[in-house]
């Protein structure tokens, strides 16, 4: 399943850094226009101190999950078909054209992300996509920062949709490759609002708000592309572009391993059987009873 020679491991990662490096370069140029009349806050900008939290992120991403990540999704969509719970067995929208079926995936992919999204949001899901989270410089490299197992849920179930739906694997894969590179753009730390157009699509001041550490912005604007999701299901907070603090408060928002390991530290906390007070004050009927999961 992983490379197994230095030039396989080249072939595999050449693409990715190719890709990285013109993103890398599209995005320096971009952010020198826009800020050319202090060009200061243009070098800050492109060093935030998460950078190296992301780059870790990206490492790890790149090198350890994504593989079988992909081997998995091949492997569930063999068993969905094998089953026969492919709606209709896909034989109407195999035969759409290119271009009907693409943007329909892409609509539909963001239609199944928002519900997803909102159960990352939920106290059994939550521990995991609080990586995420944690980012106090919202930027572009910040679509790279998840959780292994946030990867594997959102793989999981955006995939498994859009198979079930009976798209096959092409639209599946352009889909999930179109709401990367869209979310590289609403992770940008522009204050972009999008006008009139923001009522139809996610802007990078809409998703700043999703990221705020308190207050209103919290529990709100879920969906990756279309924020049309958020205004039709009553989640949408934009009253403009979002300067308030961002992170979390559940985790040191800088410590990598510790972010690792605290999703499997909340399981174990919440499966340990409940203990029996020694205090005296209480008695034999009183249990104490550890807070749940937030």
């Not at 106290?123 to 980012?135: G, L, T």
């Not at 809409?206 to 039709?232: C, L, P, Q, T, Y």
């Amino acid at each position: 399943m992983y490379p197994t020679t230095i030039g396989d491991w080249w072939l595999y990662l050449s693409p990715v850094l190719r890709d990285t490096i013109n993103i890398t370069i599209i995005l320096g140029c971009l952010s020198l226009w826009l800020h050319r009349k202090d060009l200061k806050l243009a070098w800050q900008r492109a060093r935030p101190r998460s950078l190296r939290f992301n780059l870790l992120a990206f490492a790890v991403d790149t090198v350890v999950v994504v593989i079988p990540l992909g081997y998995l999704v091949w492997l569930m969509e063999g068993f969905l078909h094998s089953k026969g719970w492919v709606l209709l067995h896909g034989k109407y929208l195999t035969h759409l054209n290119f271009w009907v079926i693409v943007p329909l995936a892409i609509f539909a992919g963001d239609f199944v992300a928002y519900f997803r999204h909102r159960f990352e949001h939920s106290r059994w899901i939550w521990p995991s996509h609080v990586m995420h989270h944690s980012d106090t410089d919202l930027h572009w490299l910040s679509v790279y920062r998840f959780h292994p197992i946030n990867r594997l849920t959102t793989s999981v179930i955006d995939s498994g949709a859009l198979i079930l739906m009976g798209f096959p694997p092409g639209p599946v894969f352009l889909s999930s490759l179109f709401r990367h590179y869209y979310g590289i753009l609403v992770h940008m730390n522009v204050p972009w609002t999008f006008g009139p157009f923001g009522k139809i699509f996610v802007s990078p001041a809409m998703h700043r708000w999703h990221h705020v550490r308190e207050g209103k912005g919290v529990g709100s604007n879920f969906a990756s592309i279309f924020s049309i999701f958020d205004r039709g299901f009553g989640t949408l907070y934009m009253p403009g572009p979002c300067m308030e603090p961002l992170g979390v408060t559940e985790v040191d928002n800088d410590a990598y391993l510790q972010q690792l390991i605290w999703p499997i530290s909340r399981a174990f906390s919440a499966l340990r059987p409940k203990r029996r007070s020694s205090s005296p004050e209480t008695t034999s009927s009183e249990v104490k009873v550890e807070e749940p999961l937030p």
